[in-house]
C-alpha cells in the first residue's frame, strides 16, 4: 500500500520569501508522484509531476519539485512568493505498475502568504 | 487540458433526501472519472472509480448502495447521495482520467444536510 506525508500543515511566509513544501512517500512499487494546488472552494490544479527522468521538475507558477528516490521526498520549492499563492497544497502518488491513475493524496499543507 | 465542470456547486438539502451531482468534461472524452470526498482541512479521500459503460469500482469502506454512480456516456458521471444525512455533509469533487498520468478535476461540489 502507499501513502503520502505531509509534515506540515500551514506554512506561513512573508511574500518574496522562499518556501519549501515538504512531502513524503511510503510505497512498494515505483510511483508517480504530484503536487496539486488548491485555491479555495475550487478543484484541485495540477502544479507539476514526476514520471521519469530529471528528478528536478518545474511546474507551472515558478514552482519546482526535486525526487530523491533514496529519502522518498518530494519536496515543492518556490524561490520567491506572491500573496497569490495562498493556498491549499496536496502532494500525491500513483503506482506506475498499475494500469489505473488512481492517486493517493497527502493531507496537504496550507500555504499562507503575508505582505 | 481537459475542462471539467460540476453541477451543482452548491447543494442543501434535508436528511433523508437523495442529491444527485452531476461531472461533465467538456472538451474531452473520459472512459474513466474519479470521485473524492473532501472533508474540512483534510485530504481527499477516493470514493470510487467510474467506468464509461460499466459499474463503478469503489473503495473499502465506501457504500456502493449509499452513493450511486452512474457513467452513462463519455462526457458525463453522476454520483447520487441517498437517503442522505448530516455526516454525508461535504466537499466532493470529481475528476477525469486524461492519460499521461494525469487527472483534471471539477471544482467541486458543497453538500450540506439538515
Known amino acids: ?115 | 487540458g481537459a475542462v471539467v465542470s460540476q453541477h451543482p456547486s452548491r447543494v442543501i438539502c434535508k436528511s433523508g433526501t437523495s442529491v444527485k451531482i452531476e461531472c461533465r468534461s467538456l472538451d474531452f472524452q473520459a472512459t474513466t472519472m474519479f470521485w473524492y470526498r473532501q472533508f474540512p482541512k483534510k485530504s481527499l479521500m477516493l470514493m470510487a472509480t467510474s467506468n464509461e459503460g460499466s459499474k463503478a469500482t469503489y473503495e473499502q469502506g465506501v457504500e456502493k448502495d449509499k452513493f450511486l454512480i452512474n457513467h452513462a456516456s463519455l462526457t458525463l458521471s453522476t454520483l447520487t447521495v441517498t437517503s442522505a444525512h448530516p455526516e454525508d455533509s461535504s466537499f466532493y469533487i470529481c475528476s477525469v482520467s486524461g492519460g499521461s498520468d494525469t487527472q483534471y478535476f471539477g471544482p467541486g461540489t458543497r453538500l450540506t444536510v439538515l
Open chain 1, 1 to 115: 500500500a502507499q501513502s503520502v506525508t505531509q509534515l506540515d500543515s500551514q506554512v506561513p511566509v512573508f511574500e518574496e520569501a522562499p518556501v519549501e513544501l515538504r512531502c513524503n512517500y511510503s510505497s512498494s512499487v515505483s510511483v508517480y508522484l504530484f503536487w496539486y494546488v488548491q485555491y479555495p472552494n475550487q478543484g484541485l490544479q495540477l502544479l507539476l509531476k514526476y514520471l521519469s527522468g530529471s528528478t528536478l521538475v518545474k511546474g507551472i507558477n515558478g514552482f519546482e519539485a526535486e525526487f530523491n528516490k533514496s529519502q522518498t521526498s518530494f519536496h515543492l520549492r518556490k524561490p520567491s512568493v506572491h500573496i497569490s499563492d495562498t493556498a491549499e497544497y496536496f502532494c500525491a502518488v500513483s503506482d506506475r505498475l498499475r494500469n489505473t491513475d488512481k492517486l493517493i493524496f497527502g493531507t496537504g499543507t496550507r500555504l499562507q502568504v503575508f505582505p
